[in-house]
């Protein structure tokens, strides 16, 4: 009787060691379906997210070259301040956004400096059409407003420059 019962403890022993790698079989295989199809999606998820940022990263630096080129051609430091308000309200990303608001605060002071120029301009010119007797003086102080103003209201770079600039690149 105990040959019948060391057959059937091996019998069952064999089928737990059959059920077991049968286990083991289908525990692999789902592994295999995990890695194939859900851990390929989500890597094909991440590097394609990496293309797109990367894309809209150059192109966001593009349109930024371009925009310099705008400032740099604008004829006096009141366009160039009109063009960083304009921008630092209106550039779609943050990190570009905070670079005009940086380069909008560095020009105020020069822009502040300007319109107070203006306005004294524009109240000499006034005087000097009202008053003839105080001509002279009134001249000599337009001018000296005429020659701080001056500074301020020429281009970042000539013609000339932006010319050698632009065929310089293209080479």
Do not use: C, H
Not at 34 to 51: C, E
Not at 114 to 125: G, H, N, P, S
Not at 135 to 143: E, K, R
Request: proline content about 1%.
């Amino acid at each position: 009787m105990s040959d019948f019962q060391n057959q059937e403890n091996e019998s069952s022993s064999l089928e737990d060691n059959t059920l077991k790698f049968e286990k083991y079989k289908f525990n692999i295989e789902l592994l295999k379906w995990f890695i194939g199809s859900v851990a390929l999606v989500i890597i094909t998820f991440i590097i394609d997210n990496g293309f797109k940022e990367r894309t809209a990263g150059v192109q966001e630096m593009e349109a930024y070259d371009k925009y310099v080129e705008i400032i740099l051609k604008a004829d006096n430091i009141e366009d160039r301040w009109k063009l960083a308000q304009y921008f630092s309200t209106v550039t779609p990303t943050e990190r570009l956004r905070e670079r005009w608001i940086a380069y909008k605060d560095s020009i105020s002071k020069d822009y502040k400096i300007f319109k107070a120029l203006k306005e004294k301009e524009f109240e000499l010119q006034q005087k000097d059409s009202l008053k003839e007797i105080r001509v002279s003086s009134t001249i000599i102080q337009l001018n000296a407003v005429q020659n701080q103003l001056a500074p301020f209201e020429k281009k970042l770079i000539s013609s000339k420059d932006a010319l050698e600039n632009t065929s310089g690149n293209k080479k």
